[in-house]
C-alpha cells in the first residue's frame, strides 16, 4: 500500500460518494439514513473548497480510500475560528493507518487555514472515531445522549476537541467577517 494525501477535486466525487453511501447504509457515524448522490457529493466539494475551507482525499495509489473535510463549527461569524472535521475511510481499508494519515494533515490544514478549535461530533459514539482522534490529540469534552435512532436502537453523539495554533492562548490574526 502506497499512501499519499492531496486536496480533494470534483473527479473524486464518485469515490467520495461511494465511501459515504457504505457508512450510510451500514454504519452509526453518520446519522444519515440515504446517501447522498454523486451530484450531492459535487456540491459539498464545491462548497468546502470554495470557502478555502480543506478537503483532502488519500489515495493508495491512483485509488481513494478515505476522505476528510473541515467546515465551519456553525454559520454565526463568532465560530470563524471553530470548525468541525469529517472523516471517512473506504470500507475495506479500515485499521490501515488511513484515518490517522487524513487527520493528522486535515489538522494541519485546519490550522493553516486560521482555525483555532477543531471540533469531532462523533455519531453513534463509534469506538474507532473515538480511539483515532484520542491518538490525535483529541480531549473528549461531552456526550449527547440518545440524540440519534438508526439501526433500531437510540445512538449517542460524542463531542471531542482540539486547540489548533494559538488556541484560546492569543487573538486571532486577521478578522473574518463572512
Not at 487524513?102 to 480511539?131: D, H, N, T
Amino acid at each position: 500500500m502506497t499512501l499519499s494525501v492531496r486536496p480533494a477535486t470534483i473527479d473524486d466525487a464518485k469515490a467520495i460518494a461511494a465511501i459515504y453511501a457504505h457508512h450510510v447504509l451500514h454504519g452509526t457515524a453518520t446519522y444519515e439514513v440515504v446517501p447522498p448522490t454523486q451530484a450531492e457529493t459535487v456540491g459539498k466539494i464545491r462548497m468546502v473548497t470554495g470557502r478555502k475551507w480543506p478537503f483532502l482525499v488519500a489515495c493508495d495509489g491512483s485509488e481513494v480510500v478515505g476522505y476528510s473535510y473541515a467546515t465551519q463549527f456553525r454559520d454565526r461569524p463568532a465560530y470563524a475560528y471553530a470548525c468541525e472535521n469529517s472523516i471517512y475511510v473506504a470500507h475495506g481499508q479500515r485499521g490501515c493507518g488511513i484515518g490517522k494519515l487524513l487527520l493528522k494533515a486535515l489538522l494541519e490544514a485546519a490550522e493553516g487555514y486560521g482555525f483555532r478549535q477543531m471540533v469531532a461530533v462523533i455519531g453513534g459514539g463509534e469506538p474507532a472515531s473515538v480511539a483515532l482522534h484520542g491518538a490525535c490529540g483529541f480531549a473528549h469534552v461531552g456526550r449527547l445522549t440518545g440524540m440519534g435512532w438508526k439501526a433500531g436502537r437510540w445512538l449517542d453523539t460524542i463531542y471531542m476537541q482540539i486547540a489548533l495554533g494559538g488556541g484560546i492562548t492569543t487573538a486571532p490574526a486577521v478578522s473574518r467577517r463572512d
